[in-house]
């Protein structure tokens, strides 16, 4: 069962077509990734899934739903432009945030209670947006985006602005929301984030896809049988790797090509056979980032 859908969505503006007949589902109860370098058209794709603009084509799906201008009171969207009112106090803008997500008054403020003390950020209740530094201000913007209890949860650079300590307290509540059935959509440049956060990916460029998937099987599809080998001590000089290539070579390891044909299981097997005292022995798998920067070159 999907979350979201979406059926080959264009969108149009005077000169540039920022969607181009993108199709891709979410899964329900899943962290996906919406990847792509900027001006892809990821924004775009964003503001027509909370329907602050709609696309000219294409069909869009929520919850089995055709999308309309209710289920955005299902979703959290936190935009990587900040949008909150610095005039306004904290308390204050979260209850008219939340009000405006169709809370009444009394759960408005039992929620901001508890977000407040869980954060341990009560004595900022009174505070001005304003005088909140750019990371504390991203705490209560995240505050914003959740208290409604969203079925979707859509996170533009989320850890922008904030430090370690914090950046680690608001991925272990995004884990934890994805635990209790939250679907989340994770929108970043950040690829290293990707690889530790998202379990499924759509990227984008040019407002095209280019590469959907599970990131563990888009890893393994991406991979070129490169193998890791290092040892206890130097590199045997005797050994002979005529089906193999060496790609590259330190006093202690090497990194080899596998001939396709070949098994890499006969390299190992040559090695210990040849007496090589081996310490480690893996494949490298590409990152995320490899592969991104490789889809939007080709």
């Known amino acids: 069962m999907n979350i979201l859908e979406l059926h080959d969505v264009v969108k149009e503006y005077k000169t540039n077509t920022a969607v181009d007949h993108v199709s891709f589902a979410v899964p329900k109860g899943k962290i996906f990734g919406l990847l792509g370098p900027n001006g892809a058209g990821k924004t775009s794709l964003i503001r027509i899934i909370t329907t602050i603009t709609m696309a000219d084509r294409g069909k869009i799906l929520f919850d089995g739903e055709e999308l309309d201008f209710n289920h955005p009171h299902e979703i959290g969207y936190l935009p990587e432009e900040r949008g909150l009112y610095k005039k ?3 308390y204050e803008q979260l209850k008219y945030l939340g009000q405006l997500k169709g809370l009444s008054s009394a759960e408005c403020s039992k929620r901001i209670n508890f977000w407040l003390k869980k954060f341990d950020i009560e004595s900022w209740k ?5 005088e909140l530094s750019k990371g504390m201000q991203q705490k209560i913007q995240f505050i914003a985006t ?3 209890d969203p079925k979707l949860l859509i996170l533009d650079e989320p850890f922008s602005g904030l430090d370690p300590i914090n950046t680690n307290l608001i991925k272990d509540e995004i884990a934890d929301m994805n635990r209790r059935g939250v679907s989340i959509i994770f929108s970043t440049h950040r690829m290293e984030q990707v690889e530790e956060i998202c379990e499924e990916i759509v990227m984008i460029n040019n407002g095209k896809k280019v590469l959907e998937g599970n ?3 888009i890893k393994e599809k991406f991979k070129k049988n490169h193998f890791y080998i290092s040892f206890n001590s130097s590199v045997p000089d005797h050994i002979s790797l005529d089906n193999f290539s060496i790609i590259e070579k330190s006093d202690s390891a090497i990194t080899v090509a596998v001939t ?4 890499p299981n006969i390299l190992l097997k040559y090695l210990l056979n040849e007496g090589a005292d081996i310490k480690s022995y893996h494949e490298i798998l590409p990152s995320i980032n ?4 490789e889809r939007v070159k080709a």
């Open 88 to 90: 306004m106090k904290v």
């Open 126 to 130: 009174s505070k001005k947006i304003e």
């Open 146 to 148: 959740v208290l409604h």
């Open 215 to 217: 990131v563990d099987q």
């Open 260 to 263: 396709e044909g070949h098994h």
């Open 290 to 293: 490899e592969i991104f920067i």
